[in-house]
């Protein structure tokens, strides 16, 4: 029995046959995705989608766009993303679904569309599939903030069509979708014309959109076409050619039964009264694959691709359908030394085009772990396989409880490929974040892969607490009953902010100047109170600000 | 006439003969600093300082005593922070004061902390000037985080002492004061113990605050002296001597007019009607001291020093007394030739230790200024003077509109001293991040120092608008119109985002990744809500949470 109590849940697979509010089509290396929002088809009821605005469910078509083209369609290596309507590319994020949403689904929105257009940088520079925008309209708020994700920026220069970001003259927001930091950081635009830019609503069009580097060209509508099909060709030719043939991404497979979701690797246990969930990953099997072209046989069904995606999808359920689970245990069940056996293929196979898009894929998901304002506990107990890729679960969690047992061994075990396959948002690598103060130990530790038992694991510092058989449960249970009282708010600022020691790059500034800025705003009465700027859009009355400054 | 309506302006000025909270002890190159706050003695009516908590009123005390070390006592090269209670150290900031503030006050009162803490750290980094943190009994919240803020930390070790930060457990909110980016970045504490050093309210103490690295030593109660003079012998050791006689630090001449402040080289001038400001710096006078002891005769009376304690004091004022205020325009008047020949000085004694201390003065002064959530335009008209150290006023400024005037000559000037001599938090000059997509044209600007001219100014990038007598008036007024009517809070985000392009540092993240969490924690219902965790604290009620994750 389910027994949730929040809206009707949230799907996350998507196909492209399926897709309502995209289209996707293909000529030899360049493909086209042209945004055609339904404006009757929002995801959830209450708003229409009108001028191609955007919510969840067009979002989760873009995300499986980015990620099929990169596994079907390896032969891609440009897409151009355009939009159907006539003289409008994207209003953006609808207004009206943010106006009526929650603050928790605002900002778990937000930081999935994020993640998307980290995705599609993501493809950009590790699978050479480059994007280019081609604004054949008047492109604003989110709009802007998807072609400033894109490699390369084309607008129609039509007299009216200009690129946007109102939000904070209209809405009293930020743009959330890393607009401010991709303006400034990645387009390098000058930070006094970045702030006219942000606070003129009509946005800016033309040849001043250019010479701000706001685009990279415009082109009247008459050589539009030409512009953009000329670009596409050049991005193509920047981009070695890649293998053709590609490997399809089958619907995942899923069961509920009662609070649990079963996909065929990956457990998610929901425990409402608790407000835990308990999620299990199943390693692999010893004697999978360990050729390229064996590998491509099995395709989706590999290990590791079907396993990071079943665990992609079971962190999405968590934060969108699962908004008061405040803890997440993590486990593992397999075996130590298949699970190393599988990193060695990862590791030796790095080469292959499908091996790269694969892990690749299990860094993405790992990051997205990162980023789940969720506490995360791994749990490391007899017939667990924390060990190479799975091991970064650990190193991702914000504690880790390892069970000292001489009758039933337990063990954890570094393998190459944590040494620098999966790095963080911020760039490092999560083994070297543990050992922050002490990149020697690091270094050593990564550089001599090998299996732990529990003592030598505490004592290379590699597990937050060991504990035998008799104190184990209690002092999990403790914790974990601690960990769910507190301020789920407090937690998510402290998470945030103990899970990344060491430096920032623009990818990690989104997540962390950006979008703890957006999550102040989208809270504070100037915006969403009664007469805030967010609640009164389009409404004939005008905001009241509170005008004290902070 | 004041027409203020808000509650009795804060006063910023302090002297050490005046100190209620701190009390201030010389031993040769040994400052001893006490705090013994006053519980009777708060900034504002309402509350009580018990166990030596503190507030604004406290902290600002604790500013000057930082400021005036480096000036007035440069023998001084370790300085020992203690407590005056019997087994209290210090027990954070004061919460009943946190629980009855605004949240503009709680937001300008923790970043003044923050800016105080890194001014200790810039004591030590650039005048020798080491703090030893020595613990004498329990140090919570905001006092672990002035312990995180110094050099070295010893803890008494009596059975029941320990540093704790309590902020997530007891009070729903963030340790607000850098502690979660010190205990990662700085102490480089495993994240692990991090998490639970910061989820466990009675903190840690004894052997496992060494082994985690919350303290470098603990000393039993006997021993504890003993220790505390051993540490702050080896760090006088470690910090080569200087200077004996110091520069006195008089009072700040002040009068107010209406709305208007004037210190001699400043002036504040507030329109609350329009919710502007204007502050306006007078430049140095020509002629002025080239040689060390010609400005060492002059003291604090020298033009750089004594205009940027001014400025300094100004942007306390705009923060702390006029919080409505959304925007400042800043201005200049003076000779640019003068300000260029006083930048010669500043460059050419760079290796005097007190043009040393003016100049890391200056640099503080502006970093507070780019973190001041206020919009900032500079207007540069004739009879200004931003020119070398003045035009980093410009180059701070979101905006800048020069006015060319055939008949009134203006010019900006680049100096030696825009090309490092004042680091914004984040580490980069304001002229690097200006140009932060074309370091070459930066790097030239900077190496060939001159004046420009309107129409080379904007050929330059220097300025964001140049326009003619006829349209200069209305496009300033203009700007200024619409700036003051947009959202306070999304012009903060923005310009917080805008104003940082490019990498980050440990004291930028304080600012941006902690600060704007905490921002949103202190206005979120958990904490601040009438069952909120801080609104009930020291109450027989236990919060309430919404324990929507977000």
């Given at each position: 029995?389910?027994?949730?109590?929040?809206?009707?849940?949230?799907?996350?697979?998507?196909?492209?046959?399926?897709?309502?509010?995209?289209?996707?089509?293909?000529?030899?290396?360049?493909?086209?995705?042209?945004?055609?929002?339904?404006?009757?088809?929002?995801?959830?009821?209450?708003?229409?989608?009108?001028?191609?605005?955007?919510?969840?469910?067009?979002?989760?078509?873009?995300?499986?766009?980015?990620q099929?083209?990169r596994?079907?369609?390896?032969?891609?290596?440009?897409?151009?993303?355009?939009?159907?309507?006539?003289?409008?590319?994207?209003?953006?994020?609808?207004?009206?679904?943010?106006?009526?949403?929650?603050?928790?689904?605002?900002?778990?929105?937000?930081?999935?569309?994020?993640e998307?257009?980290l995705s599609?940088e993501d493809a950009?520079a590790l699978s050479?599939?480059?994007?280019?925008?081609?604004?054949?309209?008047?492109?604003?708020?989110?709009?802007?903030?998807?072609?400033?994700?894109?490699?390369?920026?084309?607008?129609?220069?039509?007299?009216?069509?200009?690129?946007?970001?109102?939000?904070?003259?209209?809405?009293?927001?930020?743009?959330?979708?890393?607009?401010?930091?991709?303006?400034?950081?990645?387009?390098?635009?000058?930070?006094?014309?970045?702030?006219?830019?942000?606070?003129?609503?009509?946005?800016?069009?033309?040849?001043?959109?250019?010479?701000?580097?706001?685009?990279?060209?415009?082109?009247?509508?008459?050589?539009?076409?030409?512009?953009?099909?000329?670009?596409?060709?050049?991005?193509?030719?920047?981009?070695?050619?890649?293998?053709?043939?590609?490997?399809?991404?089958?619907?995942?497979?899923?069961?509920?039964?009662?609070?649990?979701?079963?996909?065929?690797?990956?457990?998610?246990?929901?425990?409402?009264?608790?407000?835990?969930?308990?999620?299990?990953?199943?390693?692999?099997?010893?004697?999978?694959?360990?050729?390229?072209?064996?590998?491509?046989?099995?395709?989706?069904?590999?290990?590791p691709l079907?396993?990071f995606r079943?665990l992609d999808?079971?962190?999405?359920?968590?934060?969108?359908?699962?908004?008061?689970?405040?803890?997440?245990?993590?486990?593992?069940?397999?075996?130590?030394?298949?699970?190393?056996?599988?990193?060695?293929?990862l590791?030796?196979?790095a080469?292959?085009?499908?091996v790269t898009e694969v892990r690749a894929h299990i860094a993405r998901t790992l990051r997205r772990l990162d980023l789940?304002?969720?506490?995360?506990?791994?749990?490391?107990?007899?017939?667990?396989?924390?060990?190479?890729t799975?091991?970064e679960l650990?190193l991702a969690?914000?504690?880790?409880?390892?069970?000292?047992?001489?009758?039933?061994?337990?063990?954890?075990?570094?393998?190459?490929m944590n040494a620098g396959a999966y790095p963080m948002t911020h760039g490092l690598t999560r083994?070297?974040?543990?050992?922050?103060?002490?990149?020697?130990?690091?270094?050593?530790?990564?550089?001599?892969?090998?299996?732990?038992?529990?003592?030598?694991?505490?004592?290379?510092?590699?597990?937050?607490?060991?504990?035998?058989?008799?104190?184990?449960?209690?002092?999990?249970?403790?914790?974990?009953?601690?960990?769910?009282?507190?301020?789920?708010?407090?937690?998510?600022?402290?998470?945030?902010?103990?899970?990344?020691?060491?430096?920032?790059?623009?990818d990690?500034?989104?997540?962390?100047?950006?979008?703890?800025?957006?999550?102040?705003?989208?809270?504070?009465?100037?915006?969403?109170?009664?007469?805030?700027?967010?609640?009164?859009?389009?409404?004939?009355?005008?905001?009241?600000?509170?005008?004290?400054?902070?």
């Amino acid at each position: 029995m389910d027994t949730r109590t929040s809206p009707e849940p949230i799907t996350f697979g998507r196909t492209p046959d399926g897709y309502v509010h995209w289209k996707l089509s293909f000529d030899g290396p360049v493909a086209t995705l042209v945004m055609a929002v339904q404006e009757d088809h929002p995801l959830r009821p209450g708003y229409r989608l009108k001028l191609n605005s955007y919510d969840l469910g067009v979002d989760l078509e873009l995300y499986d766009a980015v990620q099929r083209l990169r596994f079907e369609h390896p032969e891609v290596r440009c897409v151009v993303i355009t939009g159907a309507l006539d003289r409008v590319f994207c209003a953006g994020a609808n207004i009206n679904m943010l106006a009526g949403s929650t603050h928790s689904f605002k900002v778990n929105f937000c930081k999935f569309t994020n993640e998307t257009r980290l995705s599609i940088e993501d493809a950009s520079a590790l699978s050479g599939q480059k994007y280019l925008a081609a604004l054949n309209g008047v492109c604003a708020g989110g709009g802007s903030e998807l072609a400033l994700a894109c490699d390369e920026i084309v607008l129609v220069d039509d007299g009216n069509s200009a690129v946007s970001l109102p939000e904070v003259p209209l809405l009293g927001v930020l743009p959330g979708t890393g607009g401010l930091t991709r303006l400034v950081d990645k387009r390098k635009v000058r930070r006094d014309l970045a702030d006219m830019f942000c606070t003129v609503a009509e946005g800016v069009k033309g040849k001043r959109a250019v010479a701000w580097n706001l685009v990279d060209e415009v082109a009247t509508k008459s050589r539009f076409a030409e512009a953009v099909s000329r670009r596409a060709k050049d991005l193509v030719a920047s981009s070695p050619p890649r293998e053709t043939n590609g490997v399809p991404l089958p619907p995942l497979p899923r069961k509920r039964e009662g609070d649990t979701i079963r996909w065929d690797h990956v457990t998610l246990a929901i425990d409402r009264g608790k407000r835990t969930a308990t999620l299990t990953v199943a390693g692999p099997a010893a004697g999978g694959p360990s050729t390229a072209s064996a590998i491509r046989a099995l395709g989706a069904a590999w290990w590791p691709l079907a396993a990071f995606r079943e665990l992609d999808e079971a962190l999405l359920e968590l934060r969108h359908n699962e908004e008061e689970i405040g803890l997440v245990l993590l486990k593992t069940e397999g075996d130590v030394e298949a699970a190393l056996e599988l990193d060695r293929v990862l590791e030796a196979q790095a080469s292959d085009w499908f091996v790269t898009e694969v892990r690749a894929h299990i860094a993405r998901t790992l990051r997205r772990l990162d980023l789940t304002a969720r506490s995360l506990y791994a749990l490391i107990e007899p017939g667990s396989c924390f060990a190479g890729t799975l091991f970064e679960l650990a190193l991702a969690a914000d504690r880790s409880y390892m069970l000292y047992d001489k009758d039933r061994p337990v063990a954890v075990a570094i393998s190459p490929m944590n040494a620098g396959a999966y790095p963080m948002t911020h760039g490092l690598t999560r083994l070297s974040v543990r050992f922050f103060g002490d990149p020697e130990t690091a270094a050593r530790l990564a550089a001599e892969p090998r299996v732990y038992d529990p003592t030598d694991a505490e004592e290379a510092g590699l597990v937050s607490v060991v504990a035998d058989e008799i104190d184990y449960e209690d002092e999990v249970r403790v914790a974990v009953e601690e960990r769910v009282s507190l301020s789920p708010d407090a937690l998510t600022g402290m998470e945030a902010s103990l899970r990344f020691p060491g430096s920032e790059t623009g990818d990690s500034k989104i997540f962390a100047r950006l979008s703890a800025w957006q999550n102040w705003i989208f809270q504070r009465p100037n915006a969403v109170g009664e007469r805030g700027a967010l609640t009164l859009y389009g409404k004939p009355e005008r905001p009241v600000f509170d005008f004290r400054r902070t």
